[in-house]
């Protein structure tokens, strides 16, 4: 299967601790996009990347959290000093090129806050 | 920022019958999706749309993009069991970016019974 890959899919951490999700995206796609779901809720957009570049991070907050997209490996979402709030399902998201909204989506890492 | 009003929120139907669910915006979109989402699972495209007045069709899912461009609706016939889960409309706002940084609607949970 040469989907877009998400892990872990569960991932339990304490408040205060460091949460880091993976995400590698499908083949011949150079394209990755965070998104975040709240429960019960829709998708938002978080952060935009390329190869080695941050292209749109207007839905990140400004704190605690970043992502990247090295040149090997796949692309992470970091987030430092975990709280209750941050407790979501995060979805990665890969397309072949910049200018469609027709995304595919990984089958998402659930973070839990405790 | 943008946001997208879906309704209805959720739909009980028995296996057989037609579902119609719509996406309203107070401002105009360029693109317009739609995505369905299982439980524990990650978004998948189901129709995407490009210019006003579309109708496109995907097996028993049709949708169309309003001449206003403001709204969308999906028709799913002839519903199967199956086709119970979370779908989302989803679209690139005008003026926005051409990425893939969408806005999500809140979804409509669709429940079939056998």
């Known amino acids: 299967n040469a989907g877009v890959m998400q892990n872990p899919r569960h991932l339990v951490r304490r408040r205060g601790q460091e949460a880091r999700l993976r995400c590698s995206p499908m083949k011949g796609h150079s394209h990755v996009y965070w998104y975040r779901q709240l429960p019960e809720e829709g998708l938002k957009f978080m952060v935009y990347?390329?190869?080695?570049?941050?292209?749109?991070e207007s839905g990140m907050p400004k704190e605690r959290f970043s992502a990247e997209f090295p040149k090997e490996g796949p692309s992470i979402l970091r987030i430092q000093q975990v709280v209750r709030g941050d407790s979501a399902a995060y979805f990665c998201?890969?397309?072949?090129?910049?200018?469609?909204?027709?995304?595919?989506f990984g089958e998402g890492s659930r973070l839990t806050v405790l | 920022g943008q946001q997208l009003n879906q309704s209805p929120q959720s739909m009980f139907i028995q296996e057989g019958e037609d579902v119609s669910m719509n996406c309203t915006s107070s401002?105009?979109?360029?693109?317009w999706l739609w995505y369905k989402q299982d439980p524990g699972e990650g978004p998948v495209l189901l129709i995407a749309l490009y210019k006003a007045g579309e109708l496109t069709s995907n097996g028993r899912l049709t949708a169309q993009f309003g001449i206003t461009r403001k709204d969308s609706f999906l028709n799913i016939s002839a519903s199967i069991p199956s086709d119970v889960g979370i779908y989302f409309c989803a679209g690139q706002p005008a003026g926005g970016t051409s990425y893939g940084k969408l806005t999500f609607g809140q979804g409509t949970i669709l429940t079939v019974h056998p």
């Open positions: 998201a890969s397309s072949p090129g910049a200018g469609t909204g027709e995304l595919f």
């Open positions: 990347l390329q190869k080695e570049n941050i292209i749109d």
């Open positions: 401002s105009i979109f360029n693109t």
